[in-house]
């Protein structure tokens, strides 16, 4: 298995509070992403880095910011957390961009916002 | 834009027959990569197969296979001899070249249970 760690794996907390999510990884990938899934949509990426200091945008990245200091770890935050951002959230790393490179995932983070 | 429909409802199965899950794509794209990743109800996202669009033989991967039909756009995932710890929800997903993100686009999913 990938050697990826995300932390916590479950978070309560309410509306208005900033939160911290983890993605630890131990394989030295350049490329790391952080994606939420929602009942019906899947998974939808937030945003991704593809190195230390390097991040950019997905799909769905308003509210959320991360930062990306070390190769081993990618921070995403939540500044001032809504309860749509209520949801499993999960980081995904790659060794590539090539298309025929598999993203890994962690396990998952569950969030719940009151 | 690349985009992947999956709208099969829960699917079941007797256990140690053959499922097909269904997975049709749209990209303009003429290289792309097609995966399946399995999720079980612990909730972790396990991938299962890779397929290449200029590949000119269907993956295999042990019991998985993939029925890679490019002129329809399809990518269904065949499980042969299902066993109970298939039942899970399977995604289909995409990436493109290697570009800004080479990110991923996810289908919706479909349940998969498999009985005994």
């Known amino acids: 298995d990938a050697g990826i760690t995300q932390s916590p794996r479950h978070k309560v907390t309410e509306t208005g509070t900033p939160v911290t999510l983890r993605c630890h990884q131990t394989?030295?990938?350049?490329?790391m992403y952080w994606y939420r899934q929602d009942p019906g949509h899947g998974l939808r990426l937030i945003h991704y880095s593809y190195g230390v200091k390097d991040t950019d945008k997905g799909e769905v990245s308003d509210g959320y910011s991360v930062s990306r200091s070390k190769t081993e770890d990618f921070l995403l935050t939540l500044e001032s957390a809504t309860s749509s951002q209520t949801s499993v959230y999960f980081c995904?790393?790659?060794?590539?961009?090539?298309?025929?490179?598999?993203?890994?995932f962690g396990d998952g983070t569950r969030l719940s916002i009151l | 834009a690349q985009k992947i429909t999956q709208t099969q409802p829960g699917m079941f199965v007797q256990e140690k027959e053959a499922v097909t899950l269904d997975c049709t794509y749209d990209t303009s794209d003429p290289s792309y990569g097609l995966f399946w990743y399995k999720q079980p109800s612990s909730g972790e996202m396990i991938f299962l197969i890779y397929q290449g669009s200029y590949d000119q033989q269907n993956a295999t991967e042990g019991r998985y296979s993939l029925n890679f039909q490019k002129a329809r756009k399809s990518a269904n995932l065949v499980i042969s001899a299902s066993q109970l710890g298939d039942s899970a929800m399977y995604f289909c997903a995409m990436r493109g070249p290697p570009g800004a993100n080479s990110k991923l686009t996810f289908g919706k999913g479909i349940t998969l249970s498999v009985r005994p």
């Open positions: 394989e030295n990938h350049r490329y």
């Open positions: 995904a790393i790659s060794e590539s961009r090539q298309q025929n490179q598999p993203q890994h």
